[in-house]
């Protein structure tokens, strides 16, 4: 039968002689190899003391966008929803109401924006998808969490804090401090 794949191994059925069957000459050769490593750079990292740097292209946590002047971008529009490959996003739109023009960008908003961490895939659909620069992948990422619904980030645990009313919070969510 022809081989899938050049890694498959003829298995040795030889009789052991006197030294292999009693293990010792392998614990040796074993206890070797695990001396060597500790002359090795140590590839662990101590997070959350030490961090990684991420690679340019790195796509973390999402951010729900605000324009300049601290009103939500996202029009409930869907389109983000859509694209999802993994069906992480839900959403309920609403209609602003006259006095909240400073609240919202557009006339219909996101009443509800949900997106399930456990389900996303951090593939950035969503950003290509959206037509109003809403949501985008930031350089964070989800901390642990001890149950499942923690990780469904809603509105509040999304937005980016208000440039206007919010501006300590903004430098430090973007790294400025
Ligand atoms: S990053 Fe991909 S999987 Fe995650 S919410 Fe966006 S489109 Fe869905
Ligand atoms: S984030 Fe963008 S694509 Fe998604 S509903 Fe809002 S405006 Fe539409």
Wanted: aromatic residues 10%.
């Amino acid at each position: 039968m022809q081989a899938l794949t050049n890694r498959a191994k003829e298995v040795d059925r030889r009789q052991m002689t006197f030294l292999e069957s009693i293990y010792l000459w392998n614990i040796f050769k074993g206890m070797i190899v695990t001396f060597k490593h500790l002359f090795k750079k140590r590839p662990t990292i101590q997070y959350p003391e030490q961090q990684r740097t991420f690679s340019p292209v790195f796509r973390g946590l999402h951010v729900l966008n605000r324009d300049e002047e601290g009103r939500e971008r996202c029009t409930a529009c869907g389109l983000c929803a859509v694209a999802c490959p993994a069906e992480a996003i839900t959403m309920e739109a609403a209609e602003r109401l006259p006095g909240e023009e400073n609240l919202y960008r557009e006339e219909k908003y996101a009443a509800r924006y949900e997106i399930n961490m456990l389900r996303c895939i951090f593939c950035g659909l969503c950003e290509e998808a959206c037509p109003k620069d809403a949501i985008y992948l930031s350089e964070t990422f989800a901390p642990a969490n001890y149950n499942r619904r923690g990780f469904v980030y809603g509105k509040q645990d999304l937005l980016i804090p208000n440039p206007k009313t919010e501006a300590p919070e903004l430098a430090k969510a973007k790294g400025i401090h």
